[in-house]
């Protein structure tokens, strides 16, 4: 695999990071993760500006353009020859020398890291037989809107899941859902797809905003909320949207089926909108 390094397209056994460097010390970095299908770049414009935000919110340089870091996503693609998968993007505060908890001066220049993934994307098994979910307490730091490599609890999360049979955790906040382990969690209840608001909470989904967009393009009801674990086992479906898993269908939480326990009309729907519509404008 072909990875990028600050500036160069390196062999992956070639590509190297400093023990010094505050990703990995502090896991003071910020990620993104952009699907591609058929060879073309999803959402590029959606998640540029998150990554933006993010780094705004830490104080961190952006050391790339929005223009260059296209060309890179597009040069990894080419020299990989991905057609389905994901690009990883990782900008991290940086290599200052040494070890200290203030962050650095200026003048150090942030670690950009880029490499593509394989995956099959589209004809992920789990459309067909949807996910089952655990309820875990949500036990991450509360900038949850800030993407940061902190992942250690999502980790956590999803071994738990594993350890549980099941394909994933969803993460309760004072008893109300705030998100799956890396994907956004909505349910649906007489035809109302009801997914929890925006703030501090959750991460603010490139996938949610585009799904909701076409859901209401759609006429389908939507109620931006917090809901309950337990409104979301009383729920007639659910889903998750993330960008490497698009929409994709939950039919059972906790053990309890939702619904007649398969994956809902509307999940699969707007599934199928998503990949369309966002087909369209992929780069
Ligand atoms: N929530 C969390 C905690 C995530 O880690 C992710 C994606 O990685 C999402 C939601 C979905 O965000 P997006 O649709 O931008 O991939």
Redesign the pocket.
Known sequence: RIVYVNGDYLPEEEAKVSVFDRGFLFADAVYE?TSILDGKII?FD??AK?LKRSLDELQMQNPISTEDLLEVHHQLVKRNELTEGMIYLQISRGNPGDRDFAFPSEDVTPTVVLFTQTANLLNNPKVATGMKVISVEDQRWAR?DI?TTQ?LF?SMAKMMAKAAGVDDAWMVEDGHVT??????AYIVKDGKIITRNLGHE???????AAVLAYAEAAQMQIEERPFTIEEAKNADEAFI????TFVMPVVEIDGVALGDGKPGKSALRLREIYLEESMKQAL
């Open positions: 993760v959402a959606g998640h998150r949850r993407k992942l999502p998100e799956g382990s890396s994907n956004n959750i991460l603010h989904g490139i996938t949610r949207t993330s960008a490497s």
